[in-house]
């Protein structure tokens, strides 16, 4: 199961699946926030892609978990992380969504220094993929040489999750392939006028392609040396965590919770998605959907890491244990 959750970034058009609907929520409706706990904040603010990465979020606003440890939470939607390090910098901003490339690429530029503090998506198969029109002479990977593949950023997650697959085809990816950027919202419409051979999509791009062009899928890019990869999780500054030891603890036991009904329930996510997206229900029914991890676990996020510095999103290798913090319970 799987959703968009990924770029939407310059280096990660990944979670960049779905429109920015600029809305926002609250669960200050269930009667506000005491600081019962000696929470250092009651008040917070964050960052989240309008998709379903961040559906435990919302479930956890809705269902009032946020509000029995005692904090109020607001919503802003956003393009990526690198669009509110000021917000973030100066604690405007809480807590982000960020795809897990994009946190790591401005971590290892070194122009802010973040910590995981949850995992929200992980993907799956079937919704993060190569899709090629109907009657394409493109049956396999290594006919990709010298094709225009359409990805929403050209150092995000389609490029690198397509990569290992392009090397294991016998292709270069820097010079077997010509990499487009092309708007996650143009995409269908590029694939369909042949501005491209190939596009990189996620869901419900991926089902729009093939119910409404007739194209196929010819790479799952959530399988073999990228399977189950990481997508998204909640981070924050180094400097909001060392500040802010009892909130933190907060929002991940809140977190938690939510996460645990979002990978047990489908349900609970499909109800929730048209609530902050522009996903109609009877769509959100019949999506891919990711995986939601109920650990936030550093091995896991390493590979994505270790993927970056094969291919030279970064220069140095980052050590993700280093970054995580661990929940208190």
Request: net charge positive.
């Amino acid at each position: 199961m799987r959703f968009g959750a990924l770029g939407r970034t310059a280096l990660i058009g990944l979670v960049a699946t779905l429109a920015i609907t600029g809305c926002s929520s609250s669960d200050s409706k269930t009667g506000g926030a005491t600081n019962a706990n000696g929470l250092e904040k009651t008040d917070l603010l964050i960052g989240e892609y309008p998709g379903a990465d961040a559906a435990p979020l919302f479930i956890a606003i809705e269902r009032g978990f946020f509000k029995e440890q005692g904090l109020n939470v607001k919503t802003e939607a956003i393009q990526a992380p690198q669009a509110v390090l000021p917000k973030l910098a100066n604690g405007s901003m809480d807590v982000v969504l960020g795809s897990y490339p994009t946190i790591l690429f401005i971590q290892g530029s070194g122009t802010e220094k973040f910590k995981y503090i949850a995992d929200s998506y992980q993907g799956a198969a079937g919704a993060f993929g190569v899709m090629v029109p109907k009657n394409s002479q493109i049956k396999k990977v290594a006919d990709l040489k010298g094709k225009k593949i359409g990805v929403n950023a050209t150092t995000g997650l389609g490029v690198l999750t397509m990569n290992p697959h392009l090397k294991i085809a016998g292709l270069d990816p820097k010079t077997d392939v010509q990499y487009v950027v092309v708007p996650t919202t143009n995409q269908l419409q590029s694939l369909e006028k042949g501005d491209v051979d190939a596009v990189w999509m996620t869901d419900p791009y991926v089902s729009e392609a093939k119910n409404k062009l007739g194209a196929t899928m010819l790479l799952d890019t959530m399988s073999g040396p990228t399977e189950s990869l990481p997508i998204t999780g909640w981070a924050a500054t180094e400097k909001w965590v060392s500040s802010n030891p009892k909130t933190l603890a907060a929002f991940q036991r809140a977190m938690a919770k939510a996460q645990n009904i979002a990978a047990t329930d489908r349900g609970a996510v499909t109800k929730i998605l048209p609530t902050f997206t522009q996903i109609p229900a009877a769509t959100a029914a019949t999506i891919n959907l990711g995986n939601y991890p109920t650990t936030l676990s550093p091995q896991r996020i390493q590979r994505v890491a270790d993927l970056m510095l094969e291919y030279g999103f970064i220069k140095q290798k980052i050590d993700v244990n280093s970054m995580i913090v661990a929940s208190q319970g």
